[in-house]
């Protein structure tokens, strides 16, 4: 939907008048117009289902089990938490989408979506982050790790990772908020993303973009940094253990956080950093789609198969015979 207004827009310190100016006031989102509507929304359906009961059910083992009440666990509740806020986010509203063949979204909602997905997103960076540091300190200098990762230390940590995470979306958000968005009003996709939003707004958006691109140095370039630093010193650590069991009891501890890793920052990297005109725009919404929806499925999925503390809370509670199965 549309409106003729007329409005005075401030920009470089000179006063534009727009008369008659249509102005967005409502996004259509095309969805998955290509692909079969009914499976779609089933997988959808599923996956989100299942990201909710898996997510939910490692905060529960970590909150009910002494044996994981330990500083990776803490975070690995935290972790969850960010999954299933990020899913709810995009899931319900997509599965209309997919079930309408496309959808509408009023501009206000449009731009809140998308400034709590860079905030989930910005978040799962630094408690991949912090999960890193410890690790690093439960490996690389155990002695002094109850000392340091301490229960204030690690309220600290996570609380600083929530309000960075905010804080660094509300950078980029309320600049948005501020651009005349005039036409066209339409989004080839199945949530509002930062740069299709973007395409939308009449306004100059170049600063936004430089802006958008400073601000991934601190939210994904450093952390990544510090994750694959603290891992060199992990392997060099590891390297110096003198018995394979050792080496592999060592590593285990972190096989589960790193696999995380690998896939959040792979998925994240394939869908910033490829340029959008060597890849399709189906492949670009499936890729958003395994990063929004599949990868909090995921990982309570690889914690619960690759952790034995998790596997023996399981099967205290009875939950886990088609995990013993499959291993």
């Not at 972790?79 to 995009?90: A, Q, Y």
Request: glycine letters at 4%.
């Amino acid at each position: 939907m549309a409106c003729l207004v007329n409005t005075i827009v401030k920009a470089d310190g000179k006063t534009i008048h727009m008369e008659n100016h249509t102005m967005v006031t409502e996004i259509n989102l095309l969805g998955f117009h290509h692909l079969h509507r009914h499976l779609l929304f089933s997988i959808i359906l599923v996956v989100y289902c299942l990201t909710i009961s898996g997510n939910f059910l490692i905060i529960v083992l970590v909150s009910c089990f002494r044996h994981l009440h330990f500083p990776m666990y803490f975070f690995l509740t935290q972790m969850s938490i960010s999954d299933i806020l990020l899913t709810t986010n995009i899931a319900p509203h997509m599965l209309s989408i997919v079930n309408h063949e496309g959808g509408i979204i009023s501009l206000k909602a449009c731009i809140t979506q998308n400034y709590f997905f860079g905030a989930f997103e910005a978040l799962e960076c630094f408690l991949l982050t912090v999960m890193s540091y410890d690790r690093y300190l439960a490996i690389c200098n155990p002695l002094q790790y109850n000392s340091i990762m301490d229960h204030a230390f690690c309220i600290k940590l996570i609380v600083i990772s929530w309000v960075l995470g905010f804080f660094m979306a509300l950078l980029i958000e309320l600049p948005i908020t501020q651009l005349v968005f005039c036409g066209p009003n339409i989004i080839d996709n199945f949530f509002c993303d930062t740069d299709p939003l973007l395409k939308l707004s009449c306004s100059d958006t170049l600063i936004l973009h430089v802006e958008a691109l400073f601000l991934s140095v601190p939210v994904i370039v450093t952390p990544f940094a510090i994750v694959i630093v603290s891992y060199v010193y992990i392997a060099l650590t590891v390297a110096k253990i003198p018995s394979i069991s050792g080496k592999k009891k060592a590593f285990s501890t972190c096989s589960s956080h790193l696999t995380v890793v690998s896939i959040y920052y792979g998925t994240l990297m394939s869908i910033y950093t490829v340029p959008t005109n060597e890849r399709s725009l189906l492949t670009s919404k499936i890729l958003s789609m395994f990063f929004t929806v599949v990868t909090p499925m995921l990982n309570p999925i690889i914690y619960s198969l690759r952790n034995n503390d998790i596997r023996e809370a399981l099967k205290k509670m009875n939950l886990n015979p088609l995990i013993n199965r499959s291993i």
